[in-house]
């Protein structure tokens, strides 16, 4: 990301920029496909949802900086309109430099290349509990169970592609839950907003250049808003809960949409009512739709196929985001309103896809989400409460607590290391 910035920040030619932001790709590429997965790793059950919320909550930060950038850049002439936004990329990436060394590794990542002792360590720390707590113990012994079986039943990519899966793991279904809550972002319409909101407040709307881009930066800062409070959301309504939730917002505001550009046609005033929508789907994405594809395919995931599905998942959003930012320009010029009516159909289909397919992963360990796998669950998942309960299951948490409870009682049965019993044959 550092020599993609130089790079363009300098550039004095096109091809220049080209390669600058193929290098800067990557290195992003690599950031996100890496960072959420860090985190649900690292991360308490209780904590992970939120926290990769809250990431993407920044994230939309950043976007809500760089329009302010561009509105206020708007007003000037020269090459410091397009130099100096991205050279402020570095503001960030030496923040990552110094903040990355002080980051334990993922105790999962640990455990899977032999790093028990580290694993512990990192666990404990977590936890805020000693290395000897039963809970600790417990937790290690269900990640290296998880680990070990996933082991077992691994599927190779060939076979994947070839659809030889694993009866245990169900990889392949899970591989695509994942990829498929980013394709399904996509398809809901966001990269038209997002990178087009200037340009379709110009060309759909009819309002200025200046005003259209004062506009998307209000927006911004309202998505911004909206992004964060679903940091409080994403546990009490749960992944199932807010991509709903989101979605029929979404599908709302499209509706609308697309009727008042229709009607614009015949009277102005309609197509400026529609801005007041554009910024209601921004707030129903953001309070679901935003976050939730991020999290989902690193909890949905094993652990084996987790680094490996988040980038399928990755390169899924990049892939469609690539498509929709091309033919959006197109769409607009060529079929007008009619456009909007692609994306109004979209959001209604997705809506019966995630609430038929989609499973509950709130308040579940990781380790849930394995175990749940290996009982061969069906594909359609609302005849089960316990799959589409926010709360955590009971008979998940009987078992925590029953292993809880045993390993206790073989700690406390084991004596000091420095005690010689009188009679060792009797010792079990």
């Keep these: 990301m550092a020599i993609g910035t130089i790079l363009q920040a300098s550039s004095y030619s096109l091809a220049q920029m080209f390669v600058g932001r193929v290098v800067l790709g990557i290195g992003n590429g690599i950031n996100t496909a890496t960072a959420p997965i860090w985190q649900t790793e690292t991360a308490q059950a209780k904590w992970k949802g939120k926290l990769v919320i809250f990431e993407l909550g920044l994230n939309v930060g950043g976007y809500c900086v760089v329009n302010w950038i561009n509105y206020g850049l708007s007003f000037r002439q020269g090459a410091i309109t397009w130099r100096l936004p991205i050279a402020l990329q570095f503001v960030f ?25 580290e694993a512990l360590e990192v666990l404990a720390c977590v936890e805020d509990k000693t290395i000897n707590d039963p809970y600790i113990t417990n937790q290690c012994d269900e990640i290296q169970f998880s680990i070990q079986y996933e082991c077992d039943n ?19 279904r899970r591989l695509l839950l994942g990829a498929g809550t980013q394709a399904i972002q996509q398809f809901q319409g966001i990269n038209i907003m997002s990178y087009y909101l200037p340009l379709v407040l110009i060309n759909s709307v009819g309002l200025s250049n200046s005003t259209a881009r004062l506009l998307t930066a209000c927006n911004a800062s309202s998505y911004f808003i909206f992004s964060c409070l679903a940091v409080t959301m994403v546990e009490r309504f749960g992944r199932r809960g807010l991509m709903m939730l989101s979605g029929c917002g979404q599908f709302l505001s499209f509706v609308i949409i697309t009727i008042l550009l229709r009607f614009s046609e015949i009277n102005k005033t309609c197509a400026t009512a529609s801005v007041a929508f554009f910024f209601l789907y921004h707030i129903a994405f953001g309070i679901g739709m935003l976050g939730v594809p991020w999290l989902y395919p690193t909890e949905i995931n094993s652990l084996p196929m987790r680094t490996k599905g988040a980038a399928v998942s990755t390169a899924t959003n990049w892939i469609t985001n690539f498509a929709i930012v091309e033919i959006t320009p197109i769409g607009i010029q060529n079929i007008g309103w009619r456009f909007w009516i692609v994306w109004t159909v979209l959001n209604a289909v997705f809506l019966p896809i995630i609430y038929f397919l989609y499973p509950e992963t709130a308040n579940r360990t990781l380790e849930d989400v394995d175990a749940y796998y290996r009982s061969n669950p069906p594909l359609i998942v609302v005849g089960d409460p316990d799959t589409t309960s926010v709360r955590r299951p009971l008979k998940f948490i009987q078992h925590e607590d029953e292993e809880i409870h045993r390993k206790a009682k ?7 290391k420095d005690y010689e019993p009188a009679n060792s044959e009797h010792v079990d």
Excluded: Y
């Design 93 to 117: 990436i030496i923040m990552l430099f110094i903040m990355i060394p002080c980051l334990p590794e993922s105790p999962r990542w640990l455990m899977s290349h032999g790093r028990q002792d």
């Design 154 to 172: 691994a599927v190779q990519w060939r076979d994947l592609l070839r659809s030889r899966n694993s009866a245990g793991t169900k990889t392949l």
């Design 410 to 416: 073989q700690t406390q049965s084991v004596p000091p």
